[in-house]
């Protein structure tokens, strides 16, 4: 049965919204952006109410009332946007209506496509989303342990999840079925348990269309730009940073340097002509500005002012900022 309470209708909203999203390039492209607009928000709540009428909800079971929807959804996007094809209005209302059936079926939500607009995507829908990190660190590393970069994510999504600690000083057993190289963070979710930010990051984004593009050319773009961040920026980076921290010689720091400034070098043109790395922002951007954040520490960017820029605009997202004073009120309150 297709629930009809407040919550439903909130995360069919919030998948609607994905598709609006990914068809604003292509209606403004065809010169029908507004029609588009138009017609997608009052399909959202032509949805909503059919949804929520305490008199026609019992019938959703029905295949009249579905067959009712279809019409009314292919006809208004028939009339409101008069270029596009009617069968594909008729097809994307029918995707739509068999979709909203299976939505309440265990495991299945709703996210958005390039072509259909809306797929199903198997996931733990009800799952808690619970992020440990270690319960105390240092001052220096304070700001930059990685569980930020999950935070971040997850304010992004607008995903609730919770907190939990392991020990900094007693890295147990426990800990290493999570994380094997007692690190942090790992994500539990449901009985799904994940180490290492970036793969974390790539789960997340299978989760929320705020996270991922929904084309398949900015998903590509997305993970290459991942992996990119990870394993040739943050590859410079990291043994960098030993030398700043004064945990490494000085004197022998210039081939760590010039590792470093070559990547920088080759990054600089592509931020140059750029907001985000993969068109909107996704968690390619978390990574890639975390791994940043630590070069701008000791002023490392200097000499990159589009880079520089890059971190700025994204450090500038409430959802950065959220996460990032969470994180620091969470390791001060064990001090």
């Not at 009712?68 to 292919?74: D, E, G, N, P, T």
């Amino acid at each position: 049965m297709i629930g009809a309470g407040i919550a439903s209708v909130a995360a069919l909203l919030a998948s609607l919204m994905g598709f609006v999203r990914t068809d604003l390039e292509e209606a403004k492209q065809q010169g029908m952006l507004g029609k588009c607009l138009r017609a997608s928000i009052l399909g959202m709540g032509l949805i909503a109410a059919a949804f929520t009428d305490p008199v026609e909800s019992p019938a959703m079971e029905g295949t009249a009332h579905d067959l009712r929807l279809v019409v009314w959804v292919a006809s208004l996007g028939v009339h409101a946007c008069p270029g596009c094809a009617p069968s594909r209005c008729v097809a994307g209302a029918a995707s739509l209506v068999a979709v909203l059936r299976l939505n309440t079926q265990p495991g299945v939500a709703l996210v958005t496509g390039p072509t259909s607009h809306i797929a199903l995507h198997r996931e733990h829908r009800m799952a808690e989303l619970v992020l440990t990190t270690y319960d105390w660190v240092p001052k220096t590393p304070r700001g930059y342990v990685r569980d930020l970069r999950v935070r971040w994510a997850l304010e992004e999504a607008g995903l609730p999840y919770r907190v939990e600690s392991t020990p900094f000083r007693n890295r147990n057993a426990e800990h290493l079925t999570h994380q094997p190289f007692a690190q942090v963070p790992w994500l539990t979710d449901g009985d799904l348990s994940l180490f290492e930010s970036g793969a974390i990051l790539l789960h997340l984004g299978e989760r929320s269309p705020a996270l991922m593009p929904a084309d398949p050319r900015g998903r590509a773009e997305a993970i290459e730009w991942v992996i990119a961040a990870l394993n040739s920026v943050e590859m410079a980076s990291l043994p960098w940073s030993f030398f700043q921290f004064g945990m490494a010689d000085k004197a022998a720091s210039k081939p760590f340097d010039d590792f470093l400034k070559l990547r920088l070098d080759r990054l600089e043109p592509v931020l140059a002509g750029r907001d985000w790395l993969a068109g909107s922002f996704s968690v390619a951007d978390i990574l890639m500005t975390d791994v940043l954040r630590l070069v701008v520490r000791f002023d490392g960017l200097a000499a990159h002012p589009a880079c520089l820029a890059y971190v700025g605009r994204a450090t500038a997202r409430p959802a950065f900022t959220k996460a990032h004073a969470d994180q620091m009120a969470h390791f001060a309150a064990a001090d």
